[in-house]
T-cell receptor, first 112, second 112 residues
Framework: KAGVTQTPRYLIKTRGQQVTLSCSPISGHRSVSWYQQTPGQGLQFLFEYFSETQRNKGNFPGRFSGRQFSNSRSEMNVSTLELGDSALYLC???????????FGPGTRLTVL | TQLLEQSPQFLSIQEGENLTVYCNSS?????LQWYRQEPGEGPVLLVTVVTGGEVKKLKRLTFQFGDARKDSSLHITAAQPGDTGLYLC????????????FGAGTTVTVRA
């Protein structure tokens, strides 16, 4: 099976802009989670989608949002970008009933 | 404040030496997972421990889950340069709202 794919791999934006990141889960996985990884805070959970519904949400401001499509692909959007949003954004999918996360390679976002 | 505390933060050793990474918490976990992340990639699951006192071996890696299910350790015997990476422990989040909560990670460098 193909692994989790994320696009784009690298992105440079300026403060105030918005950005959309895309994730395609492993075939058959209906759960997609997003994480933010920074040197200072480590890996932090953003949200999880299952069958097009947000099932869990971490402690991030409303500028961070996401959605999931009927084919389980997911997008994450960050509006009004701040310098502190610079990070590696990781997407992970899970098979039903499992906590195991299968991660994609991530999108490296730099906000200037 | 991290729910899972990992130590040490950094570890640099010579090829052939042994090393141990610790993951501690004041909370009881139903299970703990260990992941390894290499530069430019997402974390990859190494093992899941679910029973207090459980010991699992994966080639030269030995994982132990504490009797009280509040801590875990990862021991690598005769480390090789290919073991270099960021080692992360993770457990179910602090509430039903979290998918997984990760420790800050231990960066292991094995010098040839």
């Amino acid at each position: 099976k193909a692994g989790v794919t994320q696009t784009p791999r690298y992105l440079i934006k300026t403060r105030g802009q918005q950005v959309t990141l895309s994730c395609s889960p492993i075939s058959g996985h209906r759960s997609v989670s997003w994480y933010q990884q920074t040197p200072g805070q480590g890996l932090q959970f953003l949200f999880e989608y299952f069958s097009e519904t947000q099932r869990n949400k971490g402690n991030f401001p409303g500028r961070f949002s996401g959605r999931q499509f009927s084919n389980s692909r997911s997008e994450m959007n960050v509006s009004t970008l701040e310098l502190g949003d610079s990070a590696l954004y990781l997407c992970a999918s899970s098979p039903a009933g499992s906590d195991t996360q299968y991660f994609g390679p991530g999108t490296r976002l730099t906000v200037l | 404040t991290q729910l899972l505390e990992q130590s040490p933060q950094f570890l640099s050793i010579q090829e052939g030496e042994n090393l141990t990474v610790y993951c501690n918490s004041s909370s009881v976990f139903s299970s703990l997972q260990w992941y390894r992340q290499e530069p430019g990639e997402g974390p990859v699951l190494l093992v899941t421990v679910v029973t207090g006192g459980e010991v699992k071996k994966l080639k030269r890696l030995t994982f132990q889950f504490g009797d009280a299910r509040k801590d875990s350790s990862l021991h690598i015997t005769a480390a090789q340069p290919g073991d270099t990476g960021l080692y992360l422990c993770a457990g179910p989040g602090p509430s039903n709202d979290y998918k997984l909560s990760f420790g800050a990670g231990t960066t292991v460098t094995v010098r040839a």
